[in-house]
């Protein structure tokens, strides 16, 4: 009799669930690809691999696996824990409790260097720095070398460290990522050279990590002979979804933690690759299955798409069809409908935002709750307006990894105090911190940090240092505090609350408002209060930050109902009953930034599949005909006309439904013909542009 839970699946999946299980050695197979279109059941067919690995004798605790977000590593144990609990009853809880070793790639690396940190010369107390910190060091190493004063022209902070970050992750030459998307930077090869070792040495000094070193770092110790063993030792099986988003590196970390592919599962499809920007490479899912000999990979691909309806499918399934180069093939469903996906032109920003508020609230009307519509736009400050008019309306909102205020200087300072009571060597954190002292300014605060750094014990010669003039009272209370939060004297979450009330002694000569930046403070103290530790806390929120709620008390809001606002990245493997896409226009979707190279456009249009494949019974996309900026001439505001993205031409409007809104009356026929022309007029420009 075979278990009610693989019944529910098809012939393929079940074949990808299965595949060698049963082997001796707790059904350890080789190298399997799950390999297949949108919403084909791939995260569905893993969660229920990893299941029935558990339900066949596999330790949870020796599973490895990897997705792209904190949220989709817990979905995915949600969904295991309930397979496990069908079958084995009650124990399930304590070993799908143990599947503890779910997460993205960043995160997961961060928790084994810690482990291993001493074996790889690394102090355990190191910090993570955000990219953010990450260029404020490259620009301090920068200044140092004499790079940015004397040679203007010179490349910013953040270009050298996304040409330094291209490096690491392509694992290519400074010269070929130079060659290839940097050709205006090539004559400061040699410049670059010196200033990523400057800033190589700097992170080894301060004992900090970016998040490039935590996949560095593993991929040496896997290639360590004296600890991979153990390493790859710990996991008898690794599964990684949306495997066609990883980079070189990544790809080097799963085949030496698991040589010749014993135990490892990749799932994923070429067709939604969008994080090229980051390094990632097709190449990784399309050579997985000749990477191992003599043996090459089992490759399982499937067909049938369980989630949309045909008219969406068929719409998304034309987009993705004019990509120039496509591996996996299109997939069927038998969810008939009547209603095409809607082509819906408005005609600015505010009456695409009132379209989605009008849609919205009909959709609840008729039982589709909230949490199950999405609307959904390609750069993170598109929902502006959306965003008004909903806390307008009184219309809850979630924004994935949207918590605005982890960028504000005040929170930026309270993380600080805890990073640096952490790793005293971290110099961005110091900086930062110790100028929120009266008295102390960026000359004192580096030279107090360049002190503590010589000495092996930074936070005793801190101690021991002689309060810098003008500091008076401040100096001691400073001191003590990092050495409380340093010794744990008050425990986990309580310190938060001791180095929230000491910074908010300061607040008030710093800011203004200080104020609502003392809510912000309390939000972040709640925040923190979810997290295990100081350490977990401070790594996964540099890595995955929370998601904004449109709550100002900022009270999770756990069981109430919902939108979901994100960027179409964020939205990566999930799907949602209602999905409305925003500014479907060309600058958008493509972006502006997105247009230099045939690659970057593919990109785009992948990611308008991407969008569209994650609406299960209804698909709006909305063109508003204008947008208002601000700034852009002497008079300070103007308008610009758009028009549809050019990944939706003429051919494929049989696949949708078209509207206007508000909708056109009789008397409005000027004004449509007035549209007409604004439409002509900015395909003429965009010939020019
Ligand atoms: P994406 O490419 O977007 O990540 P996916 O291939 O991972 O998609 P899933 O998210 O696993 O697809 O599944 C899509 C939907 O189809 C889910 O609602 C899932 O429950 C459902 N589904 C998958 N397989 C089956 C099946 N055999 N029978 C019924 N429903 C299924
Ligand atoms: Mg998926």
Redesign the pocket.
Known sequence: MTAAYLE???DR?REAVEHGVGLPDVGIGGPLLII??????????LAHRVAHLIVHGADPRRILLMTFSRRAAAEMARRVARICRQVLGDNAAVMTDALAWSGTFHGIGARLIRIYAEQIGLNVDFTIHDREDSADLMNIVRHDLGFSKTQNRFPTKGTCLAIYSRVVNSECSIREVLKSAYPWVLEWESELKKLFAGYVEAKQAQNVLDYDDLLLYWAQMVSDTNIADDVGGRFDHVLVD?YQDTNRLQSSILMALKPGGRGLTVVG?DA?SIYSFRAATIRNILDFPSAFSPRPADVITLDRN??STAPILAAANGVIDLARERFTKNLWTDRQSEQRPVLVTVKDEADQAGYIVEQVLANREVGVPLKQQAVLFRASNHSGQLEVELTRRNIPFVKFGGLKFLDSAHVKDMLAVLRFAQNPRDRVAGFRLLQVLPGIGPQTAARILDTIAADPEPLLSLMELPPPPKSGEDWPSFTSLVSALRKFEAGWPAEIGLARAWYELHLDRIHEDADTRKADLLQLEQIASGYANRERFLTELTLDPPDATSDQAGVPLLDEDYLILSTIHSA??Q?WRSVFMLNVVDGCIPSDLGTGTTAELEEERRLLYVGM?RARDRLHLITPQRFFTHGQNAQGDRHVYSSRTRFIPATLLQFFETATWPKVSASASERSANQIRIDVGARMRSMWS
């Not at 297949?36 to 067919?45: E, L, V, Y």
């Open positions: 529910k699946l098809n999946q297949a279109g949108a919403g084909s059941g791939k995260t569905n067919t949306e499809d939604q369980y989630r990566k493997g799907e494949t």
